[in-house]
């Protein structure tokens, strides 16, 4: 891990603590004790093992993209891929760094790059569409709650689905119009040219042969119908199981007569919303929407604190110190 990564994640650990920690001050420490005595913790459990279950899931999607470009990729490779990806979107604004991060350890499993950065964008499209999909049924079942309770809420919501469905558009375009490509690539080497002039056109022809190979493996894998039904039913079990997890804290809290589909649309707008915030990991915003969000779910603040908290670590720090470790882990 580079030094500017371990400042981030210093920086974002000390900001999460200090954040949990102006939660709590409010919060009557012995009511808590009490509440959290009378919890499910089993509930807290299944919570864990759905991120788990998530992380897994975008192995196997990872695994049959590469196997179906006539590689292979082994489970240990594959299942480092999103715990690397968890700690590339946690320490960057707008989730930005996860690609890149995935790409190089592609690369390190020993995947063409072009072939790599093909592979990636693809399932990057298929996920960003299945994310507008949950949008379009969270809005039909969880707007009207937004818009009661949280009514400036409701503009950011229209804004992150715009963000999610311009992004779709802009990597298609990238991916099936290779001439758009090369046009963004040379004008990003016209800077480099001023440094390094006689090694531009050896860097730029090598680009454009991968940009060739990326252009041609889009292609392939977009006319591979059975491949991408497979990865489209995966990614959908995979929001859905990711979608469950606040369900099971409210379970473990001793939240009663929980609207499952309700509870569900809503993470599926807070997700939404928190890829709009610029900070590494929406922190700040997303412990204020969660809290904003879910109050009516639970008798007191307290207990609403702790399922800030549990749903914080679980959906985002545990992935994160996941990372380090499969950032870290040496590959052949």
């Known amino acids: 891990m580079t030094r500017r990564n371990s400042i981030v994640f210093v920086l974002m650990m000390i900001a999460g603590v200090g954040i949990f920690y102006w939660s709590f001050k409010s919060v009557s420490m012995k009511q808590l004790v009490h509440d ?36 292979k990729l082994s489970w240990p490779n594959a299942v480092r891929i999103p715990l690397v990806e968890q700690f590339g979107n946690g320490i960057t604004p707008f989730a930005a760094g996860g690609q890149p991060m995935q790409l190089i350890t592609l690369i390190q499993a020993g995947v063409d790059p072009g072939r790599a950065g093909s592979i990636l964008l693809m399932k990057f499209v298929v996920y960003q569409a ?24 409701a503009w950011f919501l ?32 016209k800077p480099v040219q001023w440094i390094k002039p006689d090694k531009v056109t050896e860097w730029q022809s090598l680009v454009n042969e991968k940009i060739d190979n990326f252009h041609s493996e889009s292609v392939r894998m977009s006319h591979d119908w059975l491949v991408l039904i497979k ?9 859905l199981v990711y979608y469950l997890i606040p369900y099971f804290i409210l379970l473990a809290l001793g939240a009663e007569h929980v609207n499952i589909i309700l509870v569900m649309s809503l993470h599926v707008l807070i997700v939404m919303v928190i890829s709009l915030f610029p900070i590494p990991g929406g922190t700040g915003g997303a412990e204020i929407g969660f809290s904003m969000i879910f109050s009516t779910f639970l008798p007191n603040a307290g207990l609403l604190v702790c399922a800030m908290v549990l749903w914080r670590i679980i959906t985002y720090y545990l992935g994160m110190f996941a990372g380090i470790i499969a950032f870290n882990v040496k590959t052949k």
Request: aromatic content about 14%.
């Open 36 to 71: 959290l005595g009378n919890a499910n913790w089993w509930w807290l459990l299944v919570a864990v093992l759905a991120m788990v279950v998530y992380l897994l899931i975008e192995s196997v999607v990872v695994k049959i993209f590469v196997d179906d470009s006539h590689g």
């Open 130 to 153: 299945m994310i507008v999909v949950n949008f379009f049924i969270a809005m039909i079942v969880g707007y009207e709650f937004i818009a009661d309770k949280l009514k400036a809420w």
């Open 158 to 189: 229209v804004l992150g689905f715009l963000v999610h469905f311009i992004v779709i558009v802009g990597l298609l375009l990238v991916m099936y119009w290779p001439s758009l490509t090369r046009t963004l690539v040379k004008i990003g080497f």
């Open 231 to 239: 990865t489209i039913m995966l990614t959908l079990v995979q929001l």
